[in-house]
Protein backbone atom coordinates (compact mmCIF):
# COMPACT_ATOMS: atom_id res chain seq x y z
CA UNK A 1 0.00 0.00 0.00
CA UNK A 2 1.35 3.70 -0.94
CA UNK A 3 0.13 6.08 1.53
CA UNK A 4 -0.69 9.48 0.06
CA UNK A 5 -1.73 11.88 3.09
CA UNK A 6 -4.13 9.88 5.36
CA UNK A 7 -5.43 7.51 2.31
CA UNK A 8 -3.91 4.32 1.20
CA UNK A 9 -3.31 3.63 -2.23
CA UNK A 10 -2.20 -0.26 -3.01
CA UNK A 11 0.47 0.00 -5.69
CA UNK A 12 1.22 -3.01 -7.53
CA UNK A 13 4.45 -2.58 -9.92
CA UNK A 14 4.86 -5.91 -12.86
CA UNK A 15 7.50 -6.27 -15.57
CA UNK A 16 7.92 -9.21 -17.75
CA UNK A 17 4.82 -11.30 -15.29
CA UNK A 18 6.96 -10.72 -12.45
CA UNK A 19 5.72 -8.51 -9.71
CA UNK A 20 8.20 -5.57 -7.77
CA UNK A 21 8.78 -6.75 -4.03
CA UNK A 22 11.39 -4.27 -3.22
CA UNK A 23 13.20 -1.47 -4.47
CA UNK A 24 16.01 1.17 -4.05
CA UNK A 25 18.49 3.41 -4.74
CA UNK A 26 21.42 3.33 -2.29
CA UNK A 27 25.29 4.70 -2.20
CA UNK A 28 28.33 3.08 -0.93
CA UNK A 29 30.16 4.27 1.90
CA UNK A 30 33.62 5.33 -0.21
CA UNK A 31 34.05 2.35 -2.23
CA UNK A 32 33.31 0.04 0.17
CA UNK A 33 32.12 -3.57 -0.63
CA UNK A 34 27.79 -4.37 0.38
CA UNK A 35 25.88 -6.36 2.65
CA UNK A 36 22.53 -6.71 1.71
CA UNK A 37 19.73 -8.93 4.05
CA UNK A 38 16.60 -9.48 2.88
CA UNK A 39 13.77 -12.49 3.38
CA UNK A 40 16.39 -13.77 5.60
CA UNK A 41 19.55 -14.03 3.43
CA UNK A 42 22.66 -12.06 3.61
CA UNK A 43 23.92 -10.78 -0.53
CA UNK A 44 27.72 -9.39 -0.06
CA UNK A 45 28.86 -7.71 -3.04
CA UNK A 46 32.15 -7.33 -3.96
CA UNK A 47 33.70 -4.58 -6.48
CA UNK A 48 36.78 -5.42 -8.21
CA UNK A 49 39.03 -2.96 -10.34
CA UNK A 50 41.30 -4.73 -12.94
CA UNK A 51 41.46 -3.39 -16.74
CA UNK A 52 38.42 -2.76 -18.90
CA UNK A 53 35.66 -5.63 -19.43
CA UNK A 54 33.03 -5.36 -17.03
CA UNK A 55 32.23 -9.09 -15.26
CA UNK A 56 30.15 -10.38 -13.42
CA UNK A 57 29.82 -13.36 -10.73
CA UNK A 58 27.82 -15.11 -8.90
CA UNK A 59 28.28 -17.66 -5.73
CA UNK A 60 26.24 -19.24 -3.21
CA UNK A 61 28.51 -19.80 0.13
CA UNK A 62 25.57 -21.39 1.79
CA UNK A 63 21.97 -21.73 1.70
CA UNK A 64 21.81 -18.26 3.68
CA UNK A 65 23.97 -16.44 1.82
CA UNK A 66 25.73 -15.46 -1.62
CA UNK A 67 28.27 -13.65 -2.63
CA UNK A 68 28.38 -11.28 -6.13
CA UNK A 69 31.47 -10.20 -7.61
CA UNK A 70 31.46 -7.12 -9.96
CA UNK A 71 34.66 -6.48 -12.02
CA UNK A 72 35.17 -3.13 -13.51
CA UNK A 73 31.86 -1.61 -12.57
CA UNK A 74 32.75 2.00 -13.18
CA UNK A 75 30.56 3.51 -15.97
CA UNK A 76 29.02 6.92 -15.30
CA UNK A 77 26.48 5.54 -17.32
CA UNK A 78 25.70 2.36 -15.47
CA UNK A 79 26.53 -1.27 -15.83
CA UNK A 80 23.66 -4.06 -15.54
CA UNK A 81 23.57 -7.67 -14.03
CA UNK A 82 20.18 -9.07 -15.81
CA UNK A 83 17.79 -10.62 -13.48
CA UNK A 84 19.17 -13.87 -11.50
CA UNK A 85 16.95 -16.14 -9.70
CA UNK A 86 18.57 -15.84 -6.27
CA UNK A 87 15.76 -16.96 -4.11
CA UNK A 88 12.36 -18.73 -2.92
CA UNK A 89 10.05 -16.96 -0.87
CA UNK A 90 6.21 -18.03 -0.53
CA UNK A 91 6.72 -20.87 -3.07
CA UNK A 92 7.87 -18.38 -5.71
CA UNK A 93 11.09 -17.65 -7.19
CA UNK A 94 12.83 -14.12 -6.20
CA UNK A 95 14.57 -12.87 -8.85
CA UNK A 96 17.77 -9.89 -8.36
CA UNK A 97 18.70 -7.11 -10.44
CA UNK A 98 21.41 -4.28 -9.90
CA UNK A 99 22.62 -1.24 -12.33
CA UNK A 100 25.65 0.46 -10.57
CA UNK A 101 26.95 3.71 -11.85
CA UNK A 102 30.41 5.25 -11.27
CA UNK A 103 31.38 8.64 -11.60
CA UNK A 104 35.64 7.38 -11.52
CA UNK A 105 37.10 4.57 -11.21
CA UNK A 106 37.84 5.13 -7.13
CA UNK A 107 34.64 6.41 -6.03
CA UNK A 108 31.47 5.63 -4.46
CA UNK A 109 29.07 3.68 -6.26
CA UNK A 110 25.35 4.12 -6.74
CA UNK A 111 23.11 0.95 -7.17
CA UNK A 112 19.71 0.31 -7.75
CA UNK A 113 18.36 -2.44 -6.82
CA UNK A 114 15.22 -4.41 -7.27
CA UNK A 115 13.98 -7.67 -5.96
CA UNK A 116 10.89 -9.63 -8.19
CA UNK A 117 8.76 -11.95 -6.89
CA UNK A 118 7.99 -14.53 -10.23
CA UNK A 119 6.45 -17.89 -10.86
CA UNK A 120 5.58 -20.88 -8.58
CA UNK A 121 8.71 -23.29 -7.71
CA UNK A 122 6.03 -26.48 -8.24
CA UNK A 123 4.47 -25.07 -11.18
Known sequence: MANIGSVQ???????????????????????????????SLTYFIEFID???????????????TAKMILTNYNSPTGTAINPIWVAINEN????????????AKNS?????????????VNG
Do not use: C, M
Not at 16 to 26: A, Q, W, Y
Open 9 to 39: YPLLIKSGGKEVILSGVFHTFEQNNVEINFL
Open 50 to 64: SGEKSDFAWSRIDSQ
Open 92 to 103: KKVYLTLTVYSV
Open 108 to 120: PKTIIYTFFSGEN
